[in-house]
């Protein structure tokens, strides 16, 4: 079973940039899909990108981090990154990473790393 492990949360300012890591335990070959989700205090848990491996790749992106964010791969670290830039104190949230197959029946959560924006 693949499991997945975030990594890279910390406390930036308004306007700062972040990147956060993805590793997975095990590489899944042919067409599968990795996203970010993040959750705040209180709040349920939304997605915010996700990305599509095959022969090449696709990604998307929820309407509020649209060219602040943009999510990548290392097929070499076999690791999924989220670059976060001009974030904004909103973005404050536990994320994490799972396979949406997992997500939509509640699998695969692991514990996430923790993002806070504040001055």
């Known amino acids: 079973q693949v499991q997945f492990v975030e990594s890279g949360g910390g406390l930036v300012q308004p306007g700062g940039s972040l990147r956060l890591s993805c590793s997975a335990s095990r590489r899944i070959l042919g067409f599968y899909t990795v996203g970010w989700y993040r959750q705040a205090p209180g709040k349920q848990r939304d997605m915010v990108a996700t990305?599509?491996?095959?022969?090449?790749?696709?990604?998307n992106y929820a309407d509020s981090v649209k060219g602040r964010f943009t999510i990548s791969t290392d097929n070499t670290q076999n690791t999924v990154y989220l670059q976060m830039d001009s974030l904004k104190p909103e973005d404050t949230a536990v994320y994490y990473c799972?396979?949406?197959?997992?997500?939509?029946?509640?699998?695969?959560w692991g514990q996430g790393t923790q993002v806070t924006v504040s001055s």
């Open positions: 990305i599509t491996f095959g022969y090449d790749t696709s990604t």
């Open positions: 799972n396979r949406p197959e997992w997500a939509t029946n509640g699998n695969g």
